[in-house]
Nanobody, 122 residues
């Protein structure tokens, strides 16, 4: 089992940037994929991005070209760099640990953090 703690959320103006961090503990980060998800008020949770053990990353279409996921296995941390933020990016962002090396749907992820709030507003 892996424990995950998100940080880096906050209030930012449209067009601004934030970098979210997902600090992990427990199992080494070398053996499982990490995904970022978000949930806006009144909406269902949706996948944002994921990075496999080998470093292959995937993105939701709405964030492609704006968000970048990366991992630092030595620091046991995964990052989500978010640029050109839009009001529709406002949500609670969660990171989650997968059951194995590859990315998959939400039910593939077995460990979840507590979330960090991102608010994009002028």
């Amino acid at each position: 089992q892996v424990q995950l703690v998100e940080s880096g959320g906050g209030l930012v103006q449209p067009g601004g940037s934030l970098r979210l961090s997902c600090a992990t503990s427990g199992r080494t980060l070398d053996y499982y994929a990490i995904g970022w998800f978000r949930q806006a008020p009144g909406k269902e949770r949706e996948g944002v991005s994921c990075i496999s053990v080998s470093g292959i990353s995937t993105y939701q279409d709405s964030v492609k070209g704006r968000f970048t996921i990366s991992r630092d296995n030595a620091k046991k941390t995964v990052y989500l760099q978010m640029n050109s933020l839009k009001p529709e990016d406002t949500a609670v962002y969660y990171c989650a640990g997968g059951r194995g090396r590859l990315c998959g749907p939400a039910n593939y992820f077995s460990s979840w953090g507590q979330g960090t709030q991102v608010t994009v507003s002028s």
